[in-house]
Structures are given as C-alpha cells and as structure tokens.
C-alpha cells in the first residue's frame, strides 16, 4: 500500500527537485546489531551465517565504523544449544559455519561490546517458494520497460494471524538494491506475486531475487525503516524512531539500533530473456 | 450561567415594558443594480449612537422609542444614504445602495471606519464584503479567497502544497467551512493551488478565529462563513474569464424579475493540457472543476426560499495506471420567515456529501470513500430593542462515514474484495446568544451552545484484551496494535446508541469603547469538536480519514481566551488592532509510531490522545484610504503538542514531552497592497514570509544488509537516524507575487465590459521547500538533502469580461 504514496510523489505537476547543502548535527553514537539468518531453502550443504556490528556515524558520512572485540551467540530457546559467532579479522562481522536454524524455533541472540550485553529474541520464519516466473514487456509513463514477475502460492491465514512477506531484487546496474514488503492481508491464500521492471533490463543478464518470510514485528519495522529511508515528499509521514527487537540489558535506556531476524529466504537468480 | 443569563432577560423585558412606546424599523438592504441583498450593511443613528447591521439574508431590524431620527445606512464601496424618518409606527424601509464609483470611494471608507470595527464586542473576525472580494490580491488569473485569508492576521498554510488554512495553529480539520450554510470537507483543489470558491459567485465571507458565535459549533478552531450571490434580480448577466490555466463562466438572471432569480456558475483548469508537450508526462491528465448553482424565491413581504448547490472535483490520472478523483456535493434549501418585524427565521436542510476515489491499475484496486450528511438547522434572531437582542436555534446532523471500500479492478487482480465498517452518528445541538449594549461605551454577547454526539450503531465495536487497543511493549519500547478480544466485542444495530457525548460551550465576548477612535475587546469561547481528521502527513492528503468520536476516540475541547485592542487613526484613514490569544485543546489525536492507515478498520489501534496548546500576538496595521491601500499583518505564536504514556512504561510520543505541532509558524508577516494608478490601470503586490515548518531532521546513520552479504555494495541499505520529533524547522517560507490589471477605455458605455489581469506568483522564483528529503545517492551512493519545492515562477494571463 506504500504504491499509493509513492505514487502519488512521482507526479506532481511542476514539482522541483534539488540537492541542497544542509548542515546537520550529529547525535550520540549507539551500537548497530544487524543479525541477518538467512536459511537458503534450495541450496544443500552448511551455509555460512555473519552478523554485523557497528556502531552510527555522521549521516553524510561515507565509512562506517566496526565494533570490534565483541562476544556473538545465538541460543536456541528449546533446547539451549549455543552457537558462538567469531570476528573475521577487525571487520566487525562475525561469523559461524555451524548455525541451521529451524522453521518455528525461537532464537536468542546475545552480544557482550564494551562491557554491555544485549539480547534479542525472534522466531525462525518460513518463506513460499516461487512457483513460476513470467517476463513481459509493458509501456511505463511512456518509456519501454522489461517486467519480471514472479508468482508464489500464499497458505491460507487463520483469523487474526497472516503472511508476512519481504523481497529484495538485486542486478548489476542497480547501485542500491530494490525492495518491497507485503502482508496477505487482502490476498489470503491466494497466487500472488513479486515484480520488478526496468528499462535498464538487458537480455543475459541476472535479475536475483531474495525472498523472504518475516513475523509481524518485522514487517512493520521494515515498513518503518522503509519510511525513514524513502521519509519526505509533500506528502511524507513524521519519520519515526525506529526501534528494533533488541535490548540493552546492562544500560535499558541505551536500546541498540538493527534487528535480529531469521528466515527461510528463496534465493533465484533469473537471467533476462531476449524480447521477441 | 444559564440562570444568570435567564434571570438577566427578565429584567430586561421588565424595563422594556415600563419605557415609552417604542417602534420598530426594519427591511431589506439591496445593491440597486441587481436587487442582491447586502449583508453586513451598518444601519445607523449617529446622535443616539445605536445602531444594527443587516444579517445573512440582507435583513436589519432595530427597535426604538417615538421620535424623529438621522438614520445612515453605509457600506464599504457603495454611496451611503442619509435619511430623517419619524417614528411613530412600526414601519417598513427597503434601501438600494448604489455602487461608489472611485472618485467618492475615501468619503465612503472613512464614514465607515470610524463605525465598523469599534461599534460591535466581535472580535477575532475578518468580514470581507462584495466590493473587498472584487479587489482581492489575484493570483494565477483569479481571486483565490483561501490565499486571501492567509494574508490576515493568525491565518496561515501548513507551507507549500498544503491544502487549506490553519487558523491560530488550529489543524485544518479544525475549520467549520461553511458555503451558504452547507458544511464543505475541504477548501481546495489541487493540493492548495486554488480554492473551491468561485470568487465570482461569491457575495460575503466571514472568518471567525475567535470569539466564536454560538450559533456555529463542531469545529473549534474557526468558522468561514461564505455566502453566495443570489443571482441578478433585474438584468440577466454573463461574467466569466479566460486565462492560461483555468477559466469560469457565470450566468445571472431575474427568472421573474424583482421576485425571482438563478445563478450558475462553472469553473475548470486545463493545465494539464502543457503536459501533453512533454513526450514523458503526455497521458497524465490533471484538473478540477466546479460547479455553483443558486435559485431564490421572494415569495412575499415575509418569506423567501432559497436552493442553493455546489458540485467540486479534483481529478488525476497517471498514464492509466493510477486514478484519482475526489470533492464535495452538496445541496440545501432555506426557507427565511419573518415572524414579525422582531423575530427573523431561517430554516435549511442539507444534503452534503464528500466522495474520494482511487483506482491502483497496477495492482488492481478500486477504492472508495467518503462521507454523507443530511443537516437540519432552524435559527432565530429577535431584534428585541435597539440594545438587546437574542439569537437562539436548533441544528441536527446525522453522519454516514464510509471508511472505505475495496474492489478487485480486474479479473485477474489478487485483491479481494473488502468494507471497512460503515460508521453513523447524529450531532446535534441548541444555543442561546444575546447581544446587548450596556451603555454608548459597553457592550457584551453571551451565551450558550449545548451539543450532544451520540454514535450510533450499524458495525460491530471490538473489545481488546485488558482493554487496550494499543498496547506497550515496555521491553522493545515501542507501540502496537492490541489484540482483539472477541468476548469483549458487541454488535450495535442500526440505531442503537454506542456511546453518547455532551457538550456544555460557554460563549463571551465584550467590548469597551472610552471614545470614538479606541476600542478594547475581549472573549472566551468553548468549543467540542466531535469528528476528526486522522491525517499522517503535514497536509491533508485526500486519503486521510474523517473519524466520528465514540467508545475510543473522546471529543476535542477547546478553550480560547482572548484579549484586543483597536484603534482608528487619522480619522480612518488608517487603522491598527491586535490581539493576544491563548488556546488549549484537550483530546488531540496524534499517530503512534508505525501506524498504516490505508485501510485501517480499527483507528483506536493506531492513534494515541493527547493535548495541544497555541499562543501569539497578532498585529496588524492597514491603510483604508487614497490611491494606495494596504495593509501589514504580523504573527508571533507558538503551537505545540503533547501525548504521554498512559500505560504504566509507556513512553507516549517524544517521550511525552512537548514539541511542535505541525501547524506552528513562529513568524507569519504578509504585506498587502493595491495601487490605483487611473481609470485603466490597477496593481497589486502581495509579500508572504513564514518561518519554516517544524520537521524532524536525521542526526546520524546506520546500515543494514538483509541478505547478509556484506561484500555486496548494492545489498547495503543506509539508515537514517532521527532527532526529536519536529525539533527543527525547513528553510523559510517567502514568496511574492504581483498582479497588473487593465481596462480599457471605452468611447461609449458599452455592455460589454472586459479587462486583462497580467499575474506573477512567485516572482523570483523562490524554491520554497514543500519537504527536504533524505536519501542515498543512486548514482555515488552519498547521502544527501534533496528539497522538493513546488511552485516556482509562475506567470498567468486571463481576460475577465461581464455583459
């Protein structure tokens, strides 16, 4: 439903876009936990899982700061068995070989940095695989572009629960990937679809597509990053502070910033087809 | 107060009975021209200092003891008369006032200033009558009465783009806007480029900030009060324009001539056609249109009826794929009676509808909104003696909000069809007011407005575990939507009552005139408002929500103290007031965090009640007299806003501290002027300078990568990091616009009168930031402030004509 705002900032008539140079303050500096577990469900054999920590930085700023030294695990809450991350180098990502997480599992992270610990717990959510994949070619605000569509089956919700859904296309010419995010609110059970379209699309080259299950928690707080990111426009929403799902428990007013999440991803590579 | 007020017209209806016989004089005052009857015209008897004016409907009556008496009927831009009549009956005086030409104008302006302001304890209303509305600064071709409104005092916009006005920091949902007594939803087309007046068809506008009348209750900022012409009685006339971006035709004329009359009116832009010269934007179509139409009825001495009908669309369409349409509707018919040469009535029903709809090709849908009402008022004023007079009345509302409503727009889209709950509600409401002069120095109105809510049923009402819509999840520090609790959950007929809401608004209002050129005033008025416009975005955008108040949602409450002073300086020829004001509102709405609105069935999910609170000091200075006009008016005021937790660790927003709302405007100056050069040539020049609209800037960044591989540059997402809410503020807003008008000269009198209006908006182009956005460069992958500004330089042309 963000479509409608969005497209409703495309238009406007003799709208005027600029670069400005706007000075900005920078505020306290806080811990980032962005904990990503990825399980690709079509891929065999042991997947190498890496959690980043860093810390904020200036908005204008172009590097980002590691934070080095610090303990990474993840417990599995059932049964509390331990999977301990390690550093790679002093890039401030950790990383394991030995993390298989499983589908409806609550996972708790924990990171010790600088004398502080912080924990987060989510639940390891699964994905709909990609049934069918179309490419067409449409007209777009008048420019000629490639649209590649790809379909899944949603299962059917029962009352009060539902679907949530991210994805992620990524191709060589896009210098930032391109996201989206869905519940099955109005397509319950339904065959819906992911698309992306360019004019940019050129036949052999590889669109990929990460898709991926979410909880509620983190749909919405992606549609909150969404918002912060994209904020603005004539008819923009009061960015919000984005609050993840974890917690500083040494200091609770000190909250980290990032979000620990686990899902089952579909990772498809599709290489564009030429146009007839 | 009730009691004090009954106990206090007892004794004055005594005194009256034990005074000399007195009479009354009343009538009709009318333009000579075209029988349209004038409203606001002062009737006065200069030795007795007492006098009335004419009311909505052009009626005046004034009750005095026998004798002989200088009467002087005077109205801004028309010859006043001067007249001795006897009185020793009760009798009946019509007036036609003849239109001024400009040679006689200063006598006309000075004889009323020294009237106008002083005599009546109104304060905190702007009253812009026929021959003001003519010379109102033109921008893009056209009068725009809202961009006229924002150059008062305490009137200002949210910025650029933003549709209608903001009253005192008063919300835009907080203005009753009134059209021939119908209530209108919004006040202009195309995100605040025009307003939904058709200028040409309108006859009077009234503009309360303050001080608020008793007859008018359900918004509490502010009442615009805009009445139509009623149409030519004598002569049939076509006036219309023609510019580069919109133009407007009306026809006027008597159906039987001195007893009945039409008016139509019809307006549209085309601007859109320019896009078509773009290969890139040529299937977009973008306009508006509107349509006035007007009927009365002189059917005797005693009644008149009236049906009047206003018909707006907004249209958009995005090479297809996206469709847009959105306005008002609304039809009413008056019936005015006169009971006796005292006691004037008026009675109308509406019919009002605001309708708002979207189609998304793309995706599929089809949605639809709005909301329909059916209105019924009566009203009483009882001209009781020439220092007391009482105005009382009735008025029900029953609401129908259609929240929205979903539809699959194609066969093979994934949407499925859905409603939101319809929603119903009946407002209604009694007053009481009276105006009365104590002395020649002092005079007060009082009164009170009783109104009552009542929700009522047609939708199931959800319960919520421990009661909570929205809950607190004190370990993540953030809000969410609350679980539903079907067991706590009741299904409300049609009809049924859900939750009843009562209004107690107290009104007062007083002024203290020492002498002839100095007057202070002062007032306080309550106000309930019992709908509200859920709205995430600075300006309403056309897909926010009107909600009506019930089991979760209470009534708004505000109290408004004011206090001014006025002064006439040099006769009239220029004149100073200002005016302090302080307002709180109780049970102001704000969103949580995370909140989606779009297709949102339970709105107590996802807004939080606080309060807001607005001061300033308004200060203005204006130039009544000579060739060049003008007037300067000064805003100083600071509008914030607060929402604490309620549940135990709730943080609430800004962790329930104050911050600025999103109408604050700290500076708000406007410079208006006109120069009269000679018969053929007219200018205008209109400055505007806001301070910037509050907005929450990023202190910091981050990044994330949700697919985990880090060696990827493009799979980074970088985050920004925002401040306090609306801790900073956007560049200031400026802008100036000017105008020439020419008329050529014509040999003869001819029926065919035309002139050409040469207008600028934005003369040097001043990129004034409708937002400032942040993002990451696609093209380096920086991050970077982007301003999005809207309307730059802006030149129009239109050919205005009237035969």
Known sequence: MKYIYLAITIFLFTACEDVIDLPLQEGPKRLVIDANINLDMNAVGSQEQAIRLTETTGFYETFIPPANGATVKITRKSNNDEFTFLESGTSGIYKTLSFLPIVGEVYELTVIYNDETFTAEEEMMAVANIDSTSQTTENFFGTEVIKVEHFFQDPESEEGQGNFYINQFNYPTFLIDSYGARSDDFSDGQLNSIFEQSEDFEPGEVLTLYFYGASKQYFNYFNLLQDQIQSGGPFGTPPAAVKGNCINTTNPDLKPLGYFRLSEMVKLRYTIEPIE | MKKNILILLFFIVCSNSYAQETYTISGVISEKSSGETLIGVNVIFPEQQRGTVTNGYGFYSITLPTGAYDIEISYLGYQSISKKIVLTKSIKANFSLEFASELIDE?????????????????????????????????????????????????????????????????????????????????????????????????????????????????????????????????????????????????????????????????????????KLNPETKDNTIYFYDL???????????????????????????????????????????????????????????????????????????????????????????????????????????????????????????????????????????????????????????????????????????????????????????????????????????????????????????????????????????????????????????????????????????????????????????????????????????????????????????????????????????????????????????????????????????NGNWYKSPYHKLHDISVTTSYFLNKKWRFGANFVYQSGRPVTYPNGQYTTSLNGDYAEVSSTLSVPVFSQRNEFQLPSYHHLDIAATYTPKQKKPRKWKGEWVFSIYNLYGRRNAASIDFRTNEDTGQNEAVRTSIFGFTPSFTYNFKF
């Open chain 2, 292 to 654: 006035n139409t007007k009927l009365n009825f002189d059917l005797d001495e005693k009644n008149k009826l009236y049906f009047s009908g206003y018909f707006g669309r907004d249209h958009f369409n995005i090479d297809n794929l996206f469709t847009n349409s959105y306005g008002n509707q609304t039809f009413n018919v008056r019936w005015n009676h006169l009971f006796s040469d005292k006691l004037f009535s008026n009675l109308t029903l509406i019919y009002t509808e605001y309708k708002y709809f979207l189609n998304l090709d793309f995706i599929g849908f089809d949605w639809d909104s709005g909301i329909q009402n059916f209105n019924l008022k009566y009203d009483f004023k009882n001209y009781i003696s020439d220092d007391f007079s009482l105005s009382y009345g009735l008025s029900g509302i029953h609401y129908h909000f259609n929240p929205g409503e979903i539809t699959p727009s194609k066969s093979d889209s994934p949407i499925i069809a859905d409603k939101l709950d319809q929603k119903y509600a009946l407002e209604t409401a009694v007053y009481i007011e009276a105006e009365q002069s104590l002395s020649n120095q002092f005079s007060m109105n009082y009164g009170v407005r009783i109104s009552s809510f009542l929700r009522l049923g047609g939708q199931t009402i959800y319960g919520y575990d421990e009661d909570e819509p929205i809950t607190f999840n004190e370990t993540l520090g953030i809000y969410e939507e609350g679980s539903i609790n079907q067991d706590n959950s009741t299904y409300y007929g049609r009809g049924e009552v859900i939750k009843p809401f009562y209004g107690f608004e107290p009104r007062f209002a007083m002024s203290y005139k020492p002498n002839e050129n100095n007057a202070f005033k002062a007032s306080y008025n309550r106000m309930f408002q019992y709908i509200h416009l859920i709205s995430n975005t600075v300006s309403a955008a056309p897909l926010d929500v009107w909600t009506p108040s019930g089991t979760y949602v209470e009534p708004q409450i505000l109290d408004q103290y004011a206090v001014g002073y006025f002064k006439n300086l040099k006769d009239g020829d220029y004149s100073i007031e200002t005016e302090v004001y302080y307002k709180d509102v109780q049970n102001r709405l704000d969103y949580r965090d995370g909140a989606n609105l779009i297709a949102q069935n339970q709105i107590e999910t996802i807004v939080l009640s606080g309060k807001s609170r607005s001061y300033g000091l308004e200060l203005s200075l204006k130039k009544n007299t000579g060739n060049f006009k003008g007037w300067i008016s000064y805003t100083l005021s600071n509008t914030e806003q607060k929402v604490e937790g309620t549940t135990p660790g709730a943080t609430g927003i800004n």
């Open chain 2, 107 to 275: 006598v006309v302006v000075k004889s009323n200033s020294r009237i106008q302001n002083l005599q009546k304890p109104q304060m905190s209303v702007h009253k812009i009558g026929v021959s003001t509305i003519k010379e109102m600064p033109v921008v893009l071709g056209e009068v725009d009465i809202i961009k006229s409104i924002q150059l008062l005092p305490g009137v200002t916009s949210a910025g650029e783009g933003a549709s209608g006005f903001n009253v005192r920091g008063g919300g835009e949902d907080q203005n009753l806007i009134l059209l021939d007594e119908a209530t209108l939803f919004s006040s202009s087309h195309l995100f605040g480029f025009f307003s939904i007046f058709n200028a040409d068809a309108v006859k009077d506008i009234k503009l309360y900030k303050g001080g608020i009348p008793a007859k008018y209750g359900g918004r509490v900022s502010s009442v615009l009060d805009v009445r139509q012409k009623d149409g030519n009685k004598k002569e049939h006339h076509l006036t219309g324009g023609i510019g580069l971006i919109s133009s407007r035709l009306m026809a006027e004329g008597p159906i039987k001539e001195d007893k009945s009359s039409y008016l139509i009116a019809g307006r549209g832009s085309y601007a859109h056609l320019f896009l």
